[in-house]
């Protein structure tokens, strides 16, 4: 039921209404809206000036960095300290959904965050913080009723086994209130792996969470990981997932179980994963060619510089998908959905 983009020639914002999958609530929220919240709460900012701190919390133009380590390090941590409280999140969930879909139309809106990184080191409850994204996301769903979205619980790899199983097991217990699914993410670690983690998976799979996993975004070992990812837990999606196009029984197997991949093409270059333009045409035009379900998001607009309207008139204007191609990604993004 989506109105195709055949009559316009170039994407805008006011015609086509989209659905966003990937979306870090950490990489989300507005500089100015963070800066607010940071001084409301009194929260000790390494600077006293705004633009000095919209700088440390977005990647700037042409900075680059060197992985997702690094992304973790420097632009994370700054956003998710600030919206460590419970009165802190709710404004940033409310203004995330409210604003995506008055400035890009995005009327299917998933959010995802890691509520053990929103607690400050345990001080503050976790039941309050997911209680006030829901009740973030709830106003947004009454001040447009048109838009449709859902919460997602990341658990991240730096964190021991059993505080992701306790992230898992509030997943579950606010699957009623809107949190529609689980992600796993966060850069490689020594202390992770994936094996210890493939029966909790398939465990919240099957008892109706959505899930997604971050994986196939970076270096080798990715590619490996994502190997035992599809042959073993078989998750709904994959966040980024693009290294499969070296892998030829791995592409085959994300087309016969209908694996959707969450492509995030300006983060990917930003934070190197993929290195050029003319590399991303090649790896995302291989995964497209052969079948793969692919979608286009953002993995956080405002820390990346970007809105998805930006994304698809970037793949557009660098021929990396013709608009056909590109109609045909925003409907996968529809049927792809954790939201019921
Ligand atoms: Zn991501």
Redesign the pocket.
């Known amino acids: 039921m989506n109105p195709t983009l055949e009559h316009h020639t170039h994407y805008h914002h006011t015609h086509i209404p989209l659905a966003e999958l990937?979306t870090?609530l950490g990489g989300a929220v507005d500089p100015a809206i963070l800066w607010t919240i940071a001084h409301e709460q009194g929260i000790k900012l390494p600077t006293k000036d705004y633009w000095e701190f919209e700088r440390l919390v977005t990647v700037s133009k042409d900075e680059k960095l060197e992985g997702m380590k690094m992304l973790d390090s420097t632009k994370y941590h700054w956003t998710e300290l600030i919206q460590s409280s419970p009165l802190a999140i709710e404004p940033a969930v409310h203004g995330t959904i409210g604003g995506a879909y008055r400035a890009n139309h995005i009327v299917l809106h998933e959010l995802r965050y890691n509520p053990m990184k929103r607690n400050r080191g345990g001080e503050q409850d976790l039941d309050h913080i997911i209680m006030a994204t829901i009740r973030g996301m709830e106003k947004a769903l009454l001040e447009y009723p048109e838009i449709r979205a859902g919460l997602l619980i990341i658990l991240d790899r730096t964190l021991p086994f059993r505080l992701n199983e306790i992230l898992y097991q509030k997943a579950l217990k606010y699957r009623p209130r809107g949190i529609i699914g689980i992600d796993l993410?966060g850069p490689p670690c020594d202390s992770f792996r994936m094996e210890d983690y493939v029966d909790l998976l398939r465990e919240a799979k099957s008892k109706g969470l959505g899930l997604t996993i971050?994986t196939g975004e970076e270096g080798a070992e990715q590619l490996k990981e994502m190997e035992l990812v599809v042959e073993k837990i078989e998750p709904d999606r994959i966040?980024?997932g693009f290294l499969a196009w070296q892998n030829e029984k791995l592409v085959k197997q994300l087309v016969e179980k209908k694996i959707t991949l969450e492509l995030?093409p300006t983060?990917n270059l930003q934070i190197q994963v993929i290195k050029s333009e003319e590399e991303m045409k090649k790896i995302y035009r291989s995964l497209y060619d052969s079948g793969v379900i692919l979608t286009i998001n953002t993995?956080g607009p405002e820390m990346h510089g970007t809105t998805l309207w930006k994304e698809f008139n970037f793949l557009l204007e660098k021929q990396i998908f013709a608009k056909d191609e590109l109609n045909s990604l925003i409907q996968n993004a529809f049927d792809s959905t954790f939201v019921r």
Do not use: K, P, R
Request: charge should be negative; hydrophobic fraction near 10%.
């Open positions: 990937h870090h993410a971050h966040g980024h995030c983060s993995d």
